[in-house]
């Protein structure tokens, strides 16, 4: 087990490793193959970025900012779209109170309201927080109804015939049987949020990774422009990995768990 | 811990009787059962037979108050029944425990519905996992079990509240013969210390005449008969099996 565990990591680490081979021998050499690479910075030339970018305290307050933005925002999409999947998948009430606003709205690109973001809120940091929430809200709304409509219904009958009502039944079948289905829809949340809040601080805000990004370009600072974007992906795998993990957690009772693979 | 045990497994609660007046049951517009008449006794064990589709699930569902009647009334003590009860427990044919619970906490789960203390539902659970044979599996998920240690769970579950009538759904359908006579007999020996009412769906008219004290036959949209099976012997059982299975 061990062993195969070695062997796997790296063969991991030696694909990330190639990659960014690849990247040094067509950056270093100025190869123009119909795509230009002679533009592009060198993996020393983006490295030595990076370490003076760690040392400014600037480069921590981006970061920080970025993550208090999308944890802000999914976290309330989080508990709304929970709340209103649960409502639309049990109440035929509120679907059709809710549904034909939500079907109408669901198509429009959460980015696409950045105008009415800016025009709604008073500062661009509710704005940029709205449109993260946004952007999490419709997966995790979606997985959710879905997941509330697959329930068995022996579980509620169960439930029942022992004596539980309604709120018994939300709380002890509902809720945890619909875990392994909202966590898909909160995996597919946290990536598409973090689309929206880095466009957000490209087109407003000052601060930010994204913000940071777009003005290393604008500056014509291109190392800076791929530490940025290196710096976007580090951040999104870690909070997916976050989601994985606490999902992988709360579902353990699935027949799949048992063998422990991934 | 030491005081509390005894106050749910003791308190020995009347059992409940049922009343069938001209009882209809369906799904849309198809009737399974038509204008049933039945009375079934407090704390007698009443085995339902039939062929699959004769309605016996269905008129279980509708005992427990999760199927509403197309026609006609069920009556729990002389009160209309129109919805599901503590009262009215419970036990499906497979899958009936919450897969996220372990075996302690889907046992203590009608007691938490009911708002019993913690500690005093945790000694009730103990008691009644020991009383089905269940020590040392108190922290197993229900997915760790084998098909017959579940539904001694939920044997557990159902009764660990004390209900006064048990609904049992072909609880022991999905089991192999040996771990179903296993079953068998732990439920005799469940029962004798409750005095709830224990209504038994099966198709198999072995268990049918080794757990019941009445039989009936369902078939033909309707209960064909009733037949007492207390007090006879092991030649009469014969009889009566032949009996049975004439009406099937």
């Known amino acids: 087990m061990t062993r195969r565990m070695t062997r796997r990591w790296v063969l991991r680490a030696a694909s990330v490793l190639a990659a ?16 230009r690479f002679d533009r592009l910075p060198t993996l020393d030339e983006i490295a030595g970025e990076a370490v003076r970018q760690l040392a400014t305290p ?64 008073p500062t661009d940091e509710q704005g940029i927080v709205f449109i993260t929430f946004v952007a999490a809200f419709f997966p995790i709304l979606v997985s959710t109804r879905h997941a509330v409509r697959a329930l068995p219904t022996l579980w509620e009958d169960a439930v029942r015939t022992l004596g539980g009502r309604r709120l018994h039944v939300l709380w002890h079948v509902v809720l945890p049987g619909i875990l392994p289905g909202v966590f898909g829809g909160l995996s597919v949340g946290m990536g598409v949020s973090w689309i929206c ?22 500056l014509v600072d291109y ?40 | 811990m030491t005081a509390v045990a005894p106050t749910v ?40 037979v039939g062929a699959s589709g004769s309605g016996k699930s269905t008129l ?40 996220w619970r372990s075996v302690l906490r889907n046992i203590e789960l009608p007691l938490r519905i009911r708002k019993v203390g913690r500690r005093e539902r ?25 098909g017959g240690m579940r539904q001694r769970v939920q044997l557990a ?41 224990v209504v038994f769906v099966t198709h198999d008219v072995d268990e049918a005449l080794l757990l019941a004290d009445r039989v009936a036959v369902l078939g033909g949209h309707g209960v064909r008969a009733v037949f007492d099976v207390r007090g006879t012997g092991e030649h009469p059982h014969a009889e009566l099996r032949d009996k049975i299975l004439k009406e099937l």
């Open chain 2, 157 to 197: 579950r159902a009764l660990v509240a004390a209900p006064r009538a048990v609904l049992m759904d072909e609880p022991f359908g999905a089991l192999d013969a040996q771990t179903r006579a296993q079953m068998q007999r732990l439920l005799l020996d469940v029962l004798r210390d409750t005095q709830a009412t």
């Open chain 1, 58 to 121: 600037v480069f921590a307050l981006d970061l920080l900012q970025s993550l208090i933005r999308i944890l802000t925002g999914f976290g309330l999409a989080t508990i709304a779209g929970i709340v209103a999947g649960v409502a639309l998948g049990r109440s035929a009430r509120t679907r059709d109170v809710l549904l034909p606003l939500l079907e109408a709205v669901r198509p429009i690109p959460a980015i696409a309201l950045v105008p009415v973001a800016i025009l709604l809120f």
């Open chain 1, 223 to 262: 190392p800076g422009v791929i530490v940025g974007m290196v710096t976007i992906g580090l951040l999104g795998w870690l909070t997916s990995a976050v989601v994985e993990l606490a999902g992988r957690r709360a579902t353990r009772w699935l027949p799949r768990a048992q063998g422990g693979m991934s």
């Open chain 1, 20 to 35: 960014a081979g690849l990247w040094q021998v067509l950056t270093a050499a100025d190869v123009r193959l119909w795509l």
């Open chain 1, 197 to 218: 809040v880095i466009s957000a601080e490209m087109i407003s805000g000052e601060f930010g990774v994204g913000y940071r990004t777009w003005q290393a370009y604008t």
């Open chain 2, 60 to 99: 279980l569902r509708a005992l427990a108050g999760l199927l509403p009647p197309a026609g006609g009334v069920v009556r729990a003590d002389g009160a209309e029944v129109t919805g599901t009860s503590a009262e009215r427990a419970m036990v499906f044919q497979d899958d009936g425990l919450l897969p």
């Open chain 2, 122 to 146: 945790t000694a009730a659970a103990r008691d009644w996992i020991q009383r089905v044979g269940l020590d040392g599996a108190e922290d197993k998920l229900p997915r760790e079990l084998s």
């Open chain 2, 9 to 48: 497994r003791t308190a020995p609660v009347a059992g409940l009787g049922f009343t069938l007046e001209g009882l209809s049951l369906g799904y849309g517009r198809e009737l399974v059962v038509r204008e049933v008449d039945l009375r079934i006794v407090p704390g007698e064990v009443l085995v339902v």
